[in-house]
T-cell receptor
Framework: DTEVTQTPKHLVMGMTNKKSLKCEQH?????MYWYKQKAKKPPELMFV???????INESVPSRFSPECPNSSLLNLHLHALQPEDSALYLC???????????????FGPGTRLTVL | GQQVMQIPQYQHVQEGEDFTTYCNSS?????IQWYKQRPGGHPVFLIQ?????EVKKQKRLTFQFGEAKKNSSLHITATQTTDVGTYFC???????????FGPGTRLSVLP
């Protein structure tokens, strides 16, 4: 199974809502990632989990809160978002991750988020 | 922070023509990866280059990593409509900023 799944596919939320994005992989990968992608732009790395521990936070605002309950699951909790946070949120996984060491990443289909 | 630049931003070719996209970093990379993203899709890994001067081929695609490990290229021979999409390079550095996608080159192939 070389698939990364993400739910939901689409999400519309108000600025006062709390919602969560979910990501799952069953490839035995020990690194998982959250990216944000705006239209016609490259993916921007937000967070990296390595062996279930947060190893990289690319100065992401605290209204985005990642969580890695186990090695197969990755969540992104959203609270008090702004309209400019509307984007495609991509999850990815790889065998390992670390400074100077990044393996092939497998991406999920993404969650298209709209903040009203 | 560290970044990679890509040129061109857009490329329109007639089916059967060749296509090349270039990726450059101002500092030495540990390695570089290439991804393809179809319209409406998600990035899909193509290749990773690690060694100085490395050249790898996948059917009609040829990937090169520069001798100084600061630049890379992707060349597609005889493009097909299935090659349509955005091609991103992604840089990995030994220190500092970790993993950064280039801005991408959007390829259109006219039948």
């Amino acid at each position: 199974d070389t698939e990364v799944t993400q739910t939901p596919k689409h999400l519309v939320m108000g600025m006062t809502n709390k919602k969560s994005l979910k990501c799952e992989q069953h490839m035995g990968h020990r690194a998982m990632y959250w990216y944000k992608q705006k239209a016609k732009k490259p993916p921007e790395l937000m967070f990296v989990y390595s062996y279930e521990k947060l190893s990289i936070n690319e100065s992401v605002p605290s209204r985005f809160s990642p969580e890695c309950p186990n090695s197969s699951l990755l969540n992104l909790h959203l609270h008090a978002l702004q309209p400019e946070d509307s984007a495609l949120y991509l999850c990815a996984s790889s065998q390992e991750a670390g400074t100077g060491v990044y393996n092939e990443q497998f991406f999920g289909p993404g969650t298209r988020l709209t903040v009203l | 922070g560290q970044q990679v630049m890509q040129i061109p931003q857009y490329q329109h070719v007639q089916e059967g023509e060749d296509f090349t996209t270039y990726c450059n970093s101002s500092t030495t990379l540990s390695n570089i990866q290439w991804y393809k993203q179809r319209p409406g899709g998600h990035p899909v890994f193509l290749i990773q280059l690690v060694k100085s001067g490395e050249v790898k081929k996948q059917k009609r695609l040829t990937f090169q990593f520069g001798e100084a490990k600061k630049n890379s290229s992707l060349h597609i021979t005889a493009t097909q409509t299935t090659d349509v999409g955005t091609y991103f390079c992604a840089g990995v550095w030994p220190y500092g900023q970790n993993f950064v996608f280039g801005p991408g080159t959007r390829l259109s192939v006219l039948p």
